[in-house]
């Protein structure tokens, strides 16, 4: 059964460094998203991402987030100086036409 | 404003019980409806969804789901828990209209006591 992919599962970076979150999402998805889950806290939306451009992002999604698919497969998302409150789970997300298929997630944590 | 309530943060329950987990949602239009898991350290795995059609869709795992418009709910049941439902479920609910995104609910453990 094809799933969604996310690398790395875990990652540890410096506040203010750049990182990178890596999403290979089912072939067939037409949307794609990225949700983030604080210790504790709910999932959020974070942005979506269609027809190569970004359809909608939250108010979360400020100037240091970016997202690109640069090569049709791989849906990555970009924090371009990480904060301490950056730490989460986030989460890829594909959808075909009406569900989304999550990734495992990449914890990503920021000291 | 689209919101999802899942009223109780914790529930715990004895293996062989029956389960129900509550949820509520605001929403412009009858949403699409959806249930997730996800055990510790895991991603989200979507259980059941509804879309239209008949109230009560069945799902992986044994668990089914409820729609009632009258009471904007959609409450997921399991006649039977088992130990390896241990785990937090999130309702969410999404539309085409409000852009495929999903709103979530604040998730709510399940805890299984033997």
Not at chain 1, 70 to 86: A, V
Request: proline share 4%; charged share 20%.
């Amino acid at each position: 059964e094809p799933e969604v992919t996310q690398t790395p599962s875990h990652q540890v970076t410096q506040m203010g460094q750049e990182v990178i979150l890596r999403c290979v999402p089912i072939s067939n998805h037409l949307y794609f998203y990225w949700y983030r889950q604080i210790l504790g806290q709910k999932v959020e939306f974070l942005v979506s991402f269609y027809n190569n451009e970004i359809s909608e992002k939250s108010e979360i999604f400020d100037d240091q987030f970016s997202v690109e698919r640069p090569d049709g497969s791989n849906f990555t998302l970009k924090i371009r100086s990480t904060k301490l409150e950056d730490s989460a789970m986030y989460f890829c997300a594909g959808q075909g036409r009406i569900e989304a298929f999550f990734g495992q997630g990449t914890r990503l944590t920021v000291v | 404003a689209q919101s999802v309530t899942q009223p109780d943060i914790h529930i715990t329950v004895s293996e062989g019980a029956s389960l129900e987990l509550r949820c509520n949602y605001s929403y412009g239009a009858t949403p699409y409806l959806f249930w997730y898991v996800q055990s510790p350290g895991q991603g989200l795995q979507l259980l059941l969804k509804y879309f239209s059609g008949d109230t009560l869709v069945q799902g992986i795992k044994g668990f089914e789901a409820e729609f009632k418009r009258s009471q904007s709910s959609f409450n997921l049941r399991k006649p039977s828990v088992h130990w390896s439902d241990a785990a937090e479920y999130f309702c969410a609910v999404g539309h085409m209209e409000y852009g495929n995104k999903l709103v979530f609910g604040a998730g709510t453990i399940l805890r299984v006591k033997s």
